[in-house]
């Protein structure tokens, strides 16, 4: 795991704005049905944890997508802010957002077997199935 520090970032019209407190720098890429839906593609996201702060708030609407997690993006210009586990408040935040992507590694991908055959990445990546990552993290 890469080391983490700090990381902002916004939305494309700025009118959502993030800090986060512990930023990991390893990106990853969900291939599941939802995510592809919502992002158009694979939703490649940074883990941010429970510790992350929003100004505009009021631009800020939430999708409630499963029983265990929902989906945040700004109203206004429409782009996608995060994932976020309802039981823990855990944050996976769009890795667009950030002002800093330098320090970025794409290190895994999940639901891997809900990939569709028109892409692959060259970066060699951690990859789980939709079967292991219920296993892992208990959702189903």
Known sequence: MSDMKSGTGS???GGVRVSV?????????????MCR?????PFFAADCGADVAFEGEDNLTVYNSSAWA??????????????????SQHYMLSAGLFDDQGEFVFDHQ???????????????TVNMTEAEVFAKFGAS
């Open 11 to 13: 939305c494309l019209c």
């Open 21 to 33: 407190a512990k930023l990991n720098a390893n990106v990853g890429a969900c291939h599941c049905g």
């Open 37 to 41: 839906k919502w992002s158009g593609g």
């Open 70 to 87: 929902e989906r945040g993006f700004c109203k206004k210009c429409g782009s996608h802010v995060f994932y976020r586990l309802k039981a």
């Open 110 to 124: 999940i639901f891997i077997d809900k990939k569709p055959d028109f892409y692959n990445f060259a970066n060699e």
